[in-house]
């Protein structure tokens, strides 16, 4: 059971939270690249800080003023990127499939709950990051490193070794976000180039709505398609045709309530619920999905013979585990429906249905034409390939069949897939677009961190060189050192 939340939010709250983890993750990248330039700004004014202090300032007050300045710049930051969020979000709202989304989603705006709790999180990764300089400050340690002009080895805030540990874990966190990045794609190319149990390749669909159009009642529709079909078939360079209900690559669909012959009942457990899908003859030729045992829908069966039924794998493994399904029986509308008793003749393979159930059946629509779900159907037409000349060779030939009719949604069925999966693409693209900032921020906040402790170190290097080292010797340590941290920092993020 869902609830209507559920229903309609169906896995945007897990897209959503990826999203904001790697907004989190870059917030945090950059307070690694405050914390470094706070640290850099301490070091070029040690001597006007020094000083301030012989002139009686006080650390506290030292401390209170670089934190003021700090959340000054960051206040400015804050109102220029949610002024910028503001001028943005209609361009990134027209840019993404928020609009096909139905009425749920039209509202799209800056939320002032989330600015206020995003601008919040800012400000505290701001604390976070002057926190090494408020230390120093408090500790005086300002003082000697005018005297040395050197930050040696030392452990605390401004120390290679602190800074080395920003180094890796910017590395850490670019790694965390990159590799997200890399496997959310890889799992989603993965899993839309797996078998669909549809075959989308020279695949185009026409809906047709015989329904409103006079063909009211079922005998008549499916006297209608059928003269479409043959007609349909005729045409040069078509390879296969079939028509059905509800395209199962649409993000739509319609449940039957059905019950396997045998199995008892216990308490209100007496209904599963399947995809129903109303077909033709030559449906799974046209839409390319194997039949795996038994057969397919045919031209025989038809109103006045026996019930038969065509599952997938999926309903097959949920009625009859360990047994062979081909003939055995499901009850229509339930265990205490008393509906018909339809006969499985075929098991098909299983088909990724969007946004749906998992488990389908195929009923010949000939067998139960007052079908209120086929007043407008899917005609499913393949040819060698994708071929324009094609389609409207094949329009011409539905049109002969009755020009009144509307023909509409005429689509190759790759392109009803990039359709559908729209919102996983423009989630994909937002987090490798976070990723690729990420790296980015990373790769400056590095080169950063790394050029300002080398400038720090200039007296030691200047006196290794007048003792006889080699430049290839100062160059080797130096590098040694970053790929070092680097490499901490990579073990630490893989």
Same mark, same amino acid.
């Given at each position: 059971f869902k609830t209507i939340e559920e %229903? @309609? #939010?169906? =896995? @945007? *709250? !897990?897209k959503v939270s990826a999203l904001l983890w790697a907004a989190v993750l870059v917030l945090m990248i950059g307070a690694a690249n405050i914390a470094s330039m706070i640290l850099a700004r301490l070091h070029g004014e040690a001597r006007e800080l020094t000083v301030q202090v012989a002139l009686g300032a006080g650390r506290g007050d030292l401390s209170r003023r670089f934190l003021a300045e700090s959340f000054v710049l960051t206040a400015l930051g804050l109102f220029l990127g949610l002024t910028l969020s503001g001028g /943005? @979000? =209609?361009? #990134? /709202?027209r840019l993404s499939p928020v609009s096909d989304l139905g009425p749920y989603f039209q509202d799209v705006g800056v939320d002032l709950k989330v600015a206020a709790f995003g601008s919040l999180l800012a400000l505290a990764a701001v604390l976070l990051a002057s926190l090494p300089t408020a230390v120093q400050l408090k500790r005086g340690e300002y003082g000697s490193t005018l005297r040395s002009r050197s930050i040696g080895t030392r452990r605390g805030p401004g120390g290679i070794r602190f800074l080395d540990f920003l180094v890796a874990g910017e590395v850490a966190v670019a790694v965390i976000l990159l590799t997200g990045a890399g496997l959310t794609v890889e799992g989603v190319r993965g899993e839309w180039s797996s078998d669909l149990g549809i075959d989308p390749k020279g695949l185009t669909t026409f809906a047709v709505a015989p329904g409103p159009s006079g063909y009211e009642e079922g005998e008549e529709r499916v006297a209608y398609m059928d003269a479409l079909l043959e007609r349909v078939r005729a045409v040069p360079g078509v390879e296969a045709a079939g028509y /059905? +209900? #509800? +395209? *199962?690559? !649409?993000s739509h669909g319609w449940g039957a309530s059905v019950w396997p012959e045998g199995r008892t009942p216990t308490g209100r457990d007496d209904v599963f619920t399947l995809n129903h899908r109303a077909v033709s003859p030559g449906y799974f030729e046209a839409a390319g999905t194997r039949i795996l045992t038994g057969r397919g829908i045919l *031209?025989?069966?038809g109103s006045g013979d026996p019930g038969v039924v065509v599952v997938s794998q999926g309903a097959a493994r949920l009625f009859w585990p360990d047994e062979d399904p081909i003939g055995k029986r499901i009850i229509g509308g339930g265990a205490n429906a008393g509906g018909p008793l339809l006969t499985v003749v075929g098991v098909? %393979?299983?088909?990724?249905e969007f946004e749906f159930l998992s488990e389908t059946w195929y009923r010949p629509l000939k067998q139960d034409p007052r079908d209120y779900n086929t007043r407008v159907l899917e005609l499913f037409v393949r040819g060698s390939e994708e071929d324009a000349a094609l389609v409207s060779s094949v329009r011409r030939a539905m049109r002969e069949v009755d020009p009144d009719v509307p023909i509409? +949604? @005429?689509?190759a069925m790759n392109d009803v897939l990039r359709f559908e999966r729209r919102v996983e693409s423009f989630a994909t693209l937002l987090l490798a677009l976070f990723a690729g900032i990420g790296i980015v921020l990373a790769a400056v906040g590095i080169y950063g961190i790394l050029s300002y402790t080398t400038g720090r170190r200039a007296r030691e290097i200047g006196l290794r060189v007048a003792l006889g080292a080699s430049r290839r010797e100062v160059v080797y340590d130096l590098t040694a050192r970053a790929l070092k941290a680097c490499g901490f920092g990579l073990a630490a993020g893989f």
């Amino acid at each position: 059971f869902k609830t209507i939340e559920e %229903e @309609v #939010l169906e =896995g @945007v *709250p !897990r897209k959503v939270s990826a999203l904001l983890w790697a907004a989190v993750l870059v917030l945090m990248i950059g307070a690694a690249n405050i914390a470094s330039m706070i640290l850099a700004r301490l070091h070029g004014e040690a001597r006007e800080l020094t000083v301030q202090v012989a002139l009686g300032a006080g650390r506290g007050d030292l401390s209170r003023r670089f934190l003021a300045e700090s959340f000054v710049l960051t206040a400015l930051g804050l109102f220029l990127g949610l002024t910028l969020s503001g001028g /943005t @979000v =209609g361009f #990134l /709202t027209r840019l993404s499939p928020v609009s096909d989304l139905g009425p749920y989603f039209q509202d799209v705006g800056v939320d002032l709950k989330v600015a206020a709790f995003g601008s919040l999180l800012a400000l505290a990764a701001v604390l976070l990051a002057s926190l090494p300089t408020a230390v120093q400050l408090k500790r005086g340690e300002y003082g000697s490193t005018l005297r040395s002009r050197s930050i040696g080895t030392r452990r605390g805030p401004g120390g290679i070794r602190f800074l080395d540990f920003l180094v890796a874990g910017e590395v850490a966190v670019a790694v965390i976000l990159l590799t997200g990045a890399g496997l959310t794609v890889e799992g989603v190319r993965g899993e839309w180039s797996s078998d669909l149990g549809i075959d989308p390749k020279g695949l185009t669909t026409f809906a047709v709505a015989p329904g409103p159009s006079g063909y009211e009642e079922g005998e008549e529709r499916v006297a209608y398609m059928d003269a479409l079909l043959e007609r349909v078939r005729a045409v040069p360079g078509v390879e296969a045709a079939g028509y /059905t +209900n #509800l +395209n *199962p690559m !649409r993000s739509h669909g319609w449940g039957a309530s059905v019950w396997p012959e045998g199995r008892t009942p216990t308490g209100r457990d007496d209904v599963f619920t399947l995809n129903h899908r109303a077909v033709s003859p030559g449906y799974f030729e046209a839409a390319g999905t194997r039949i795996l045992t038994g057969r397919g829908i045919l *031209p025989s069966d038809g109103s006045g013979d026996p019930g038969v039924v065509v599952v997938s794998q999926g309903a097959a493994r949920l009625f009859w585990p360990d047994e062979d399904p081909i003939g055995k029986r499901i009850i229509g509308g339930g265990a205490n429906a008393g509906g018909p008793l339809l006969t499985v003749v075929g098991v098909a %393979e299983d088909v990724k249905e969007f946004e749906f159930l998992s488990e389908t059946w195929y009923r010949p629509l000939k067998q139960d034409p007052r079908d209120y779900n086929t007043r407008v159907l899917e005609l499913f037409v393949r040819g060698s390939e994708e071929d324009a000349a094609l389609v409207s060779s094949v329009r011409r030939a539905m049109r002969e069949v009755d020009p009144d009719v509307p023909i509409f +949604n @005429v689509q190759a069925m790759n392109d009803v897939l990039r359709f559908e999966r729209r919102v996983e693409s423009f989630a994909t693209l937002l987090l490798a677009l976070f990723a690729g900032i990420g790296i980015v921020l990373a790769a400056v906040g590095i080169y950063g961190i790394l050029s300002y402790t080398t400038g720090r170190r200039a007296r030691e290097i200047g006196l290794r060189v007048a003792l006889g080292a080699s430049r290839r010797e100062v160059v080797y340590d130096l590098t040694a050192r970053a790929l070092k941290a680097c490499g901490f920092g990579l073990a630490a993020g893989f």
